[in-house]
Nanobody
Framework: QVQLVESGGGLVQPGGSLRLSCAAS????????MGWFRQAPGKEREFVAA????????YYSDSVKGRFAIFRDNAKNTVYLQMNSLKPEDTAVYYC??????????????WGQGTQVTVSS
């Protein structure tokens, strides 16, 4: 089992930036990919970004492409989400997750407890 701890959420004004971190511990050798998801009040959880653990290939949802960047530090077993040009619609609880295979099967992996991001003036 992999344990995940997210940090870095908070309140930011529109147009501002935040960096989220997600540190993994435990059976980190089971990690093939890590990703970020978010859930806004009254909405379903949605995919934000993901990164392959072996080659660093990244994927983004259309809503964040060009504004967010996901990157990993394999030595620290940590994944980051750099969020720039934040909009009020980015307000949500952000979750990180792992995939135990190369198919990005995050539902089969571990999930963090979530960190709140609020974009408001």
């Amino acid at each position: 089992q992999v344990q995940l701890v997210e940090s870095g959420g908070g309140l930011v004004q529109p147009g501002g930036s935040l960096r989220l971190s997600c540190a993994a511990s435990g059976r980190t050798d089971n990690i093939h990919a890590m990703g970020w998801f978010r859930q806004a009040p009254g909405k379903e959880r949605e995919f934000v970004a993901a990164v392959s653990w072996s080659d660093g290939i990244t994927y983004y949802s259309d809503s964040v492409k060009g504004r967010f960047a996901i990157f990993r530090d394999n030595a620290k077993n940590t994944v980051y989400l750099q969020m720039n040009s934040l909009k009020p619609e980015d307000t949500a609880v952000y979750y990180c997750a792992t995939s135990p295979d190369d198919n990005f099967d995050f539902l089969l992996g571990s999930w963090g407890q979530g960190t709140q991001v609020t974009v408001s003036s």
